[in-house]
């Protein structure tokens, strides 16, 4: 066992580029850990986010338009979001389908809301 007198001089005798790497590989290892800790909170925190917002729209508070304006997603965000779905088989093609069937139906009915000259 080292003495707590020969302790400076053991460490005098490792050479600098061993302590350098050693405090560089350190580093990587906290800072890895850290930022998969904070991307881990943030998905976390989005996904309790979206199913709060899934429980305004089955209970009825919100439209379909809003939640999906509230989660920041366009429609060609959404659209490639259920085609992930889709291949990672999370989600199955007539469901899929039904779901892109509402989209547009939705995107139709603002757009006529919008417009309501072009109608007739």
């Known amino acids: ?50 199913r709060e917002i899934a429980a305004y729209v089955a209970e009825g508070s919100i439209s379909p338009a809003d939640a999906r304006t509230m989660m920041g997603a366009d429609e060609t965000e959404f659209e490639k979001k259920i085609a992930d779905a889709v291949s990672w088989g999370m989600l199955s093609s007539k469901k899929a389908e039904q779901l892109l069937k509402a989209l547009r139906d939705d995107r139709e009915s603002r757009e006529r809301s919008a417009n309501p000259a072009s109608m007739g």
């Open 1 to 50: 066992m080292l003495e707590p007198s020969t302790l400076p001089a053991t460490l005098a005798a490792v050479e600098v580029p061993v302590l350098f790497w050693t405090g560089v590989f350190a580093t990587t290892i906290v800072w890895v850990l850290v930022s998969n800790l904070r991307q881990f909170s943030q998905t976390r925190q989005r996904e309790r986010t979206r």
